[in-house]
Every structure is written in C-alpha cells, then in structure tokens.
C-alpha cells in the first residue's frame, strides 16, 4: 500500500473490452445531451442529461456512471475468458489451474453455505487461545499478513526522504465503520449510520455462534476501542500533509511511543529480522494504540480483535449469511445499494484481487492492441510538451523554480498499457480441497510477504501499482510516474479513429490530470526523484498556495445535496489536476492545430466544444443520495457533477466555446477564475 498514489478516481477494478471494439461508439452522441438546459447554467447536465436519463440507476448500484457502463458491457467477456480456463484440464500449479478453481470456489454458494462458518473457526480460537497480552504482538502481526488490520496499517514502500529505498511504514487504522469523522460526528445521518454499524458487529458475532449476551458485549467493545483509535487518528484532510506524515524514528524509539507491543517479536512475526528504522507516519494514533492494550481487558481487546477478523473474512464471500451481512451495512447503509451484484461478478473481482496481474497479461494478450499504446505515447509526450509550455509562461513562478519543475515534468516515467515484466505466482497455492477462506488467507500472505521481502531494497520503479485491466490512471510521487492501465484506453475516454478534440477532451485531460498531481498540493512537495523534500523558493510556495485557496473557498461553497458542501480541502488536489489538466491538455490541442486549417464542425459541434462535451461524457452518472454523503465524507474527488459544474468555469477556452456570458448560473468573473498550472 502506498499511502501516495494518487488516481484518476477511487473506483473498484473495472474490467473492460477491447479498444478496438467491433461496435462504433459514437464519440459525441447528440442523444446523451439535454439542450434544453443552457450550456453556462448546467454544463453537466448540458452534456450528459440524455445519457443520465437512459441509464437510471439499478438496485445494485450506489452510483451508476461511464464508468460502470463499460464494466457491464465487458465483464461478460471477462467471465468467459475466466469460465474457459476453469472448464480445462489444467496442470496443478498453472496460472489457469488457480484462476479457475478460485473462481469455481468463489462460485459454488452450496458448498460454502455447507461449510457455513466451520472454516473460520480455527482463525477465531487462535484468538480466544491468548491468555496472556503479551501474546498479542504476535498475534496482531498474524492477523495482518492474513488480510485483517487490527489498531494499524502496516507496508513496505519507498522511504518519503530517500526514495531509491524502501522502509516500512506505520500508519494509523484499525477502525472499520467506514470513516474517522462516523465516530466523531453527531449529525442524525452519522448516528444511524453508527447505530447499525453497532447491530452489524452484534449480527457478525451471532452468525459465528457467540451468544446474544456476548454479541452485545463485543459490539460495545469494539464501538469504545474504535471510537478511542477513530479519535486519535488525523482526519482525512491532515493526512495530505506528506511533512506532517513523516517521522522516521529507530525501532528503540517506536517501543518508546508504544511499549505495550513488543516490536521485536512483531517485526519477526511478519517475516523482518533486522530492523533499525521506520516511517511513524502518525505519532498520536500509535500511542493510543499502546493506551488501549495498556487499559482495556484482555477479553475485550480479543472481542475487537474477533470483529476485525470476521469482519475481514465477511467480505471473502466465505457464505451468504456472512456475506449479506456485510453487503447490508457497507453497501445498504453506507451507499444506499439495494441490491448485491451478481455473484459471478463478485467472483470475477476475487480473481482481479489475488492473481491481478496474471488476469492482466490474459486481458493484454488478448485485447489490447499494440498502436493503442503508440498512440498513447503520443499523446503524453503532447501534453508534457504543452505543460512545460504553461510552466515557461506562468508569470507567478519564478525562473529558480520553473526550472527544477520542467526537470522534474522531463523525468516522468511514464507506464502504458502494461507492465514490462509479469508477476510471478509460482508461490502462491490454490487448492480446491482447502475452503475458498484457507485459500484467500493464503493469497493474503503470499500478497504480504511479497511486500515485505522489498524492505530494505531498493525501489523497483518499474513495478506496476495497479493491473492493466482496471479503468484508472494515477501518478506517484515516490517514483515520480504516471500511468495509464491497458483498460482505460478505450471509449469514452480513448477513441482510435476519433478526431483529436475529442481525444484531448478525454484521455487527454485524463493525461494531464495525473501529470498535473506532481504538482498539486501533495506532488509539488516531492522532487524529480521522487523525495519529499523544499524545491520551491518560499516566495512561489507562497504564491501557489494563495492560489489554491481560490480552489478551496470555491469548492467549499458548492452545496452537494441538502444543506451539506463539498470539502474543498480533501478534494484540492484533485481539483487543482483536474482544472490543470484541462488547461494542459487544451493548449496541446491547440498546438496541433498549429499551420493547419480549422477543424470544421462535425455533426454540429466545433472542435472546441467537442473537446469540452468529451470531457464532460467522462463524467456522466448517477449517484445515490446516500453515497453524496458517503463519498463527501471520504473521497478526495469531487462529485462527477462538480468534475464538470465545478472545473470548466476556470477555464476561459469553454466561455469562448459555448458563449457563456454573465446572464448564466455558472458564470465566475475572469479575475475570480483559478490559474495554477
């Protein structure tokens, strides 16, 4: 885990068809749009009005978007490639042998409604065995590497301050309502929300076998000792500050701020003998962490012990009981979905989860055409050329740092399609005649101990962070790259025999949106190498805070449903890269145009606003109120609404483009509008 990457968007895996797809979408479908709303009132309602009407909202859905359209239509072809391998004699020990019967496994309900909860049990009495707290720090790193995250998150990755090396990292968790601020905050939504998360522990513990009276003392349990971890932890904007999550310190000083862990047999217990530094990204939590063990009794300390492993194991479709259960609270309650997904579905994300990039290399070698990734390249080394284009020009930065930002625009690394080189799997075993649970526990140490055997190594940069069937994109600090999966160059955000406006409108701002994070509030404090470390002179720092304050207080105001607003400052960093990305991606297409006649309009519409239409279809959706509220609370990017309502006012080509004048809702007065990047 990387607590740095940073995405497109926080979507699950979606796996998608080819680019070069039989059926011909039409980039700019008239259909999609409502023009009997003015452009300038409600852009996004403008755009993607017609296509929001066509495509309500299905029972299993908390948000139904582009996005999820392009899943749908492919997850089918996925399904088949997967069911084919399953339906073969395939040797034990092969990538088809595991994908297969994993898949069976996860598929075959009546058998793991039969084995009901008897595979979790011996899980459960490895906890109830500890008789002693100072058996704890074993089991708390057991527990880890078999996929559950008791009182913190723990991982190997590149050390902030020296990132050619990777460290190990501690950070704050161990609470699983959803949020820190579910806890804390005492609106009536968020007091539901806590008082069914209550039921849900209570429910967890019954379906295990525990008795009523201990279901109730272990939810009480659970709800004080997460309340108490929830209340030391830093909020989701404090965790923007890479500074302020930094404190490396010698493991002697660690046993210091949490002595009531034994660091020593932890770090043995997760596979890690020599050990003299770390990463305490967050001191306060840490020490709490030490307080509770300290203060609590050893039976309720195991009762929170037992939520945060059945709760883990309740998401592993271990059986319907179990599974319906956690769908009714993370799906019902927190985002409003009426429905579970098909359970082939849920099955397919299993596999996506646990042989990832062997699914990819499948995904690649049969769908991904090679001059999709030609012409990709293309297009990032455009748009570097036009962002180190706007830093030359910017008049609020100065020659000192201008220079070592186009240094670091030049050291990109940039990732397409897929990765260079495959993971290996050989290590990991699926065996059907274990439980579908004893396998994905296997899976989840194999994942871990695959994580810590990078500590104290080098970095190695050409490791993909996300496989290449997955709609997404990010940039990362850490080794200062951008990556774009096989599966997102496609419709509609990637159109091989498109004009370029739409092309630039789309996959081109989503180029410029990532290139645009090392330089957002968070990627502008690591340098070309990828270290957390002051390249700015305090005079453009200054300066480039001022401006994204604009972005905050803009943010701020925008009213999400009800009386509750946006946070302006969890989503800054991607509303500074989405409005640069936009403003990069723009003059990119202008540079093509260059010595070139004017596009001439097709199918009504100028190539400027297919541009601004392309990038508004990105974002077409439909949202449950109950996931406004969830994603406001949690997610560092806008509303797909305010991608579009929010970003394109600050951009003064889409005034030009759709007359936007005074008269209209969405008008921002040109000295008001936000120029970063």
Known sequence: MNKNVISLSLSAAMILASCNCEKKVQAIDPANMDTTVAAGDDFYRYADGGWMDANPLKPEHSRFGTFDLLREQSEEQVKELIINLSKQQNAQGSIAQKIGDLYDMAMDTARLNSE??????????????????????????????????????????ADDMNSSMNIFHLMQGGYSMGDRDYYLENDSNTQQIRAKYTRYIETLFTLCGYSEVQAQQASAAVMRIETALATAAYSRVELRDPVANYHKITVEELSQQAPAIDWKVFFQTIGIEDIHELNLAQLKPIAEVSRIIESESLQ??????????????????????????????????????????????????????????????????????????????????????????????????????????LEKLAAFHIKIGYPDKWRDYSALEIDKNLSLLDNMMAASRFEYDYMISKFNKPVDKDEWLMNPQTVNAYYNPATNEICFPAAILQPPFFF?????????????????????????????????????????????????????????????????????????????????????????????????????????????????????????????????????????????HSLGQWRVNGALPHIDAWYDAFDVTPENKLYVPKAQRVAIW
């Open 116 to 157: 009901g909860v008897q595979p979790l049990l011996p899980y459960l009495k490895q906890v109830e065995a500890i008789s002693d707290k100072s058996e704890l720090s074993a089991l708390i790193a057991t527990m880890l590497r078999n996929g559950a995250s008791p009182f913190f998150t723990a991982y190997v990755y």
């Open 496 to 636: 091989f025999d498109a004009d370029d406006a739409v092309n630039y409108g789309a996959i081109g701002v989503v180029i410029g949106h990532e290139m645009t994070h090392g330089f957002d509030d968070q990627g502008r404090q690591f340098d070309k190498d990828g270290n957390l470390k002051a390249w700015w002179t305090p005079e453009d720092a200054a300066r480039f805070q001022e401006r994204a304050q604009v972005l905050v207080d803009f943010y701020d105001q925008i009213v999400v449903i009800d009386t509750v607003h946006a946070n302006g400052s969890l989503t800054l960093g991607e509303n500074i890269a989405d409005q640069g990305g936009l403003q990069v991606s723009w003059q990119a297409y202008q540079n093509t145009l260059k010595d070139k006649p004017k596009p001439a309009p097709i199918d009504g519409f100028t190539d400027a606003q297919r541009f601004f239409l392309s990038y508004a279809t990105v974002w077409a959706g439909n949202i449950r109120d109950a996931e406004i509220l969830h994603r406001t609370k949690t997610d560092p």
């Open 300 to 405: 309720d300390i195991q009762y929170y012990l037992l939520a945060n492993l059945i709760n883990n194991a309740a998401a592993m479709l271990l059986n319907e009981a179990l599974d319906d259960a956690n769908f009714d609270y993370y799906s019902r309650t927190l985002s409003g979905v009426e429905k579970q997904r098909d359970r082939w579905k849920r099955a397919v994300g299993v596999i996506n989860g646990t042989l990832g990039e062997a699914v990819g290399q499948l995904y690649v070698d049969r769908y991904f055409p090679p001059a999709a990734k030609e012409k990709m390249l293309n297009l990032v080394h455009n748009l570097q050329t036009a962002l180190g284009e706007r830093i030359q020009d910017l008049t609020w930065m100065g020659d000192e740092t201008k220079a070592q930002a």
